[in-house]
């Protein structure tokens, strides 16, 4: 299985919402990601997890909250979002070995639109 | 702190021709590693091609190549015999290799046309 799979792939919800983006993966990685990537853009990176320890936050608002129950699982929690918000949120995995290639295997995305 | 760069946000290309989409970087890292992802319509990021900085060789996959300049810092990717289904955003990428950040360029768009 090679596969990054994310729920739901579209999500609308309005600013007094809480909502949760699932990510799961069964390649035995140990490192897994959240990108948020606006239109016509690169994908920013949002938080790293490695050995299911939060490793990296780039300075992401506190509505955002992400969570690493198992080392094949990742959730974003959204809370009191912004319609600037609205994104599609990409979710990646890398083995995070010796072996890690520096290459990211991503999911096809959950679409955010924020009303 | 590592910088992408690709300067072209557009290109077109008829089926079966050859067109090369551009890529500089910037890092104090001595060992990384290079990519160029796609992203077609249906929005997944799919690896195109990898490139290892302390590799001289050329990375090839079919009709992907890439032209590694590693003092210029350039990364150039070739697509030979165009297709219609290469039609997509092409992101080139760099991660440093000591921590698990990729940076990304800003994306070339890239049109196949009959």
């Known amino acids: 299985d090679t596969e990054v799979t994310q729920t739901p792939k579209h999500l609308v919800m309005g600013m007094t919402n809480k909502k949760s983006l699932k990510c799961e993966q069964h390649m035995g990685h140990r490192a897994m990601y959240w990108y948020k990537q606006k239109a016509k853009k690169p994908p920013e990176l949002m938080f790293v997890?490695?050995?299911?320890?939060?490793?990296i936050n780039e300075s992401v608002p506190s509505r955002f909250s992400p969570e690493c129950p198992n080392s094949s699982l990742l959730n974003l929690h959204l809370h009191a979002l912004q319609p600037e918000d609205s994104a599609l949120y990409l979710c990646a995995s890398s083995p995070g070995t010796a072996l890690n290639t520096g290459e990211l295997f991503f999911g096809e995305g959950s679409r955010l639109t924020v009303l | 702190a590592q910088t992408v760069t690709q300067s072209q946000p557009e290109m077109s290309v008829q089926e079966a021709e050859t067109v090369t989409l551009s890529c500089t970087y910037d890092?104090?890292?001595?060992?990384?590693?290079l990519f160029w992802y796609k992203q077609p319509p249906s929005r997944q990021m799919i690896l195109v091609i990898r490139q290892e900085a302390y590799k001289q060789q050329n990375a090839t996959e079919n009709r992907f190549s890439v032209n590694f300049q590693k003092a210029a810092k350039s990364f150039s990717l070739k697509i030979s015999d165009s297709q219609l289904g290469d039609t997509a955003m092409y992101f080139c990428a760099l991660n440093p290799g000591t921590a698990s950040k990729l940076t990304f360029g800003t994306g070339t768009r890239l049109q196949v046309t009959l």
């Open positions: 997890y490695s050995y299911e320890k939060l490793s």
């Open positions: 890092t104090s890292e001595n060992n990384y590693y």
